[in-house]
């Protein structure tokens, strides 16, 4: 099958996301790790390819070489067209990544202009004249403000955006959104014509979202959330650009024992581990005693639990603890304490058997899915909306893996997960 849309995500649940939501549609979906070695074999078969990268909040020069890579490799894949994912509340640093990136993406494909449409509104993130709403709050007044890496205190995207740029930053707004796919479209050649190369476009609901592929699924760089990449599979099949297998995957069975990792201190993610810590054996890991004493106290611990047991650990805390571990520690250090500790805990417990993890957190999930050694990873049946199980091998044993953002799933999530997975 041709290689429709070559993906690069910004962090590893968002990959899962995006490959979640393209699987939806049947069409095959493959999800690498980091930019692969190999080129892609001439027998794949997969609709859209994705690559996993953790670079939301390296520094500039970083994210931009290793998308330029993954760019290379997708276009030597097949790819002429393309999809930069971050997330969906459009987490990044003030420097960046996600206008510096677009913008090298744009000059490498030759695209004039591109939209930035982060809306998943069935996640409850919405765009409505260019401000980002989690829910009915701003994304500013929403627990994204505390965000440990990716404090989001403005919500106006026009004004998160136009520093990453150069070139000019417009909006489609809802009203022109509303009117359908040929308004958008005249929407989108005026404001080229006045030079606008970055267009916010507002979206509250699923068929804004379909108006805006409509209206732009042409364009040679594409760039959002999950969701509007989402719409792009009923596209190519109605143009017969792709047509649906005979069969799915057959997907394999992971025994072995279950454990969740969270790393996410997300407001979701809080009441997630809050409620799973009441009915399974957990240990909770402080920065500041990591950076001190490492891991060897937890990993003492795993190795007393019952081999078969479902198991929490987390470094998930309230905001005033994660400010506090920040003074100690500076902003960075104390994530990097964190993800080293989950990496090294991940290993540890993959040694003594586990085999089904669950992930909370991005970042957290980058640092582990590389630290088991993954590359690959097989797209399974959706726990929560773009929440996907995952299938991979790791030391030449087969394990399932979801990495979930921190903000996805419902109080019940990490249960409903193994159930999701015995059930599939
Ligand atoms: N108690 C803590 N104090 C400070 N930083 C923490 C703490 N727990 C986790 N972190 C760090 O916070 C960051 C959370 O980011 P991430 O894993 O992407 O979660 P999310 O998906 O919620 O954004 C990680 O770098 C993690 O190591
Ligand atoms: O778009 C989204 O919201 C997610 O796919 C995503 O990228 C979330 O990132 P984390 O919350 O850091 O996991």
Redesign the pocket.
Known sequence: MTLLLGCIAD?F??AT??AALLARSGLPVSLRIGVPREKRARSETSAFEVIALKCRTSPVETAVEQTGQALEWLRQAGASRFFWK????F?STAEGNIGPVAEMLMAKTGAAQTIYCPA?PE?G?SVFMGHLFVGEQLLSESPMKDHPLTPMRDSSLVRLLAPQVIGAVGLANRNIVSKGPTALRAKLAELSDDAIRHVIVDAVCDDDLGTIAAASFDMPLLTG??AIAGQLPRLYLEQGLATLPRQRQALPKVAGSPIVLSG?C?AMTRRQVASYAGQVASLRLDPVALAEGGTAAACEWLRRQPADAPKLIYATAEPEEVRRAQERLGRERAGQVVEEALSEIAREAFHHGARRFVVA???T?GAITQALGVTHLTIGPEIAP?VPWTFTTAGGEAIALALK????GDETFFTDAFHRLETA
């Open positions: 962090d649940t968002g996301d995006l971050y997330c969906s509340t987490d998943f996640n993130r959330g999950s996410s997300s957190g991005g970042e999930s773009g953002s921190g903000n996805f």
